[in-house]
């Protein structure tokens, strides 16, 4: 049986699959699909924005490489930092409720 993070880890990938090769590449996002992913997956993140050229700013961080799409590599870099910024975010209310 897998472990939490071996699921996690499954899941991560097969969500970037899901989503990935519609158009193009079938192993990379081109902007629509990191459009349709981000609003699929992350609709509570995007909803608390105001900035309606979010998506594109997120793929011009994402495409390290300049090709215009996004590899799986870059991808777990989006879903690193929002991990990173979520736990801050966690461990930050603890602290004001006194939890730690």
Known sequence: MP???ETAMESLISTFHAYSGKEGDK???????????LEGEFSFF?????????V????KDLDLNGDGEVQFEEFV???S???????????EDLKKKGRI
């Open 81 to 91: 930092a929002l991990t990173v910024a979520c736990n801050d975010f966690f461990v």
């Open 27 to 37: 192993y990379k996002l081109s902007n629509n699909e990191l459009k349709q992913l």
């Open 77 to 79: 870099v989006l879903i």
């Open 3 to 5: 472990s939490t993070l």
């Open 56 to 59: 594109d700013k997120i793929m």
């Open 46 to 54: 995007l909803s608390q924005t105001k900035d309606q050229g979010m």
